[in-house]
């Protein structure tokens, strides 16, 4: 079954061309319709800044940001009808000046969110954990694409991190809808010595099993390392397979609202050099 509703986060304006670009080639490969959003943040108000009044403020941080909403409701629009492809848009106002939790209200009844890498030292347009709330709030699964680059498929030679846990078994149930019907899965179980109990004789050959039964080639394999970091070992995989699409789960756990994620799942979000499809 293909995905047939996308929906895009537009906040990052420096990297609004290579996420359009590959939203809609992924989304005229699916039939999907996609919904564009672009919040607007809010700002904390105080009484005087510098003898200036800050609604004066407030009203001009307001006015650039439906100038920029604006400007990039056109050219997702420009886009989509050069693409002939469905789509919707949405202009929301955020409650704060993070703006992950309006975004994700829009994401639960996607079929995929699509969002591009935060990068520390690059304006993103988006709060630094944007990233890391969206895979742990929305509840569906979320495409992460490399800052500044465009992709024209997504999904015809997949790697997949399989380790027997909830987290994995989502994710790579989540990716079936992107594969192709010609790809190429392989199921990798970085270092298995660690869970000998749980991944058994041959890592991964039950879940290889399953999926060979949607048609799709496929192998497992263990992938021993040498103490490595399990993100920087499926990177490092992803492309010396050539491949175009890494699924893995997220891991974390909530600490006062905040997340703390697991090195894995932070080091390719810090280190992506392939698309990445991530579940809770």
């Not at 056109?74 to 000046?97: G, H, P, Q």
């Not at 993070?98 to 829009?106: A, K, L, P, Y």
């Not at 969206?134 to 030679?157: C, D, Q």
């Not at 010595?193 to 263990?222: D, I, M, N, W, Y």
Request: aromatic share 6%; proline share 4%; glycine share 8%.
């Amino acid at each position: 079954m293909n995905p047939k509703t996308f929906v895009v986060s537009l906040n990052d304006i420096g990297n609004q061309e290579h996420l359009l670009a590959t939203c809609s080639s992924l989304a005229a490969h699916h039939g999907a319709h996609v919904t564009g959003v672009f919040i607007i943040p809010s700002v904390e108000v105080y009484a005087v800044y510098g003898g200036i009044a800050m609604a004066d403020v407030v009203d001009d941080q307001r006015k650039r940001y439906q100038s920029m909403a604006t400007e990039v409701r056109e050219k997702f629009e420009r886009t989509m009808k050069l693409n002939s492809l469905s789509y919707d848009w949405r202009e929301l106002d955020a409650l704060s000046s993070s703006i992950g939790r309006e975004f994700v209200q829009q994401c639960r009844l996607a079929d995929i969110v699509m969002i591009g890498q935060v990068v520390a030292d690059k304006t993103c347009g988006v709060e630094p954990g944007f990233a890391e709330y969206v895979v742990m709030e929305a509840g569906r699964p979320v495409l992460l694409l490399p800052r500044g680059k465009s992709f024209e498929t997504i999904g015809n030679k997949v790697l997949m991190g399989w380790n027997g846990s909830r987290e994995a078994a989502r994710a790579c149930f989540d990716a079936l809808p992107l594969l192709s019907t010609d790809c190429e899965v392989d199921i990798v179980w970085v270092d298995p010595q660690k869970q000998r109990g749980l991944a058994g004789s041959l890592p991964g050959a039950e879940l290889a099993t399953t999926f060979a039964r949607h048609e799709v080639r496929v192998t497992a394999e263990p992938m021993p390392t040498a103490d490595s970091d399990v993100g920087r070992a499926l990177l490092t995989r992803a492309g010396d397979t050539g491949a175009d699409l890494l699924v893995m789960g997220a891991y974390g756990h909530s600490r006062v609202r905040e997340f703390v994620f697991g090195g894995a799942t932070q080091h390719v979000l810090n280190n992506m050099t392939v698309p990445v499809l991530m579940s809770h």
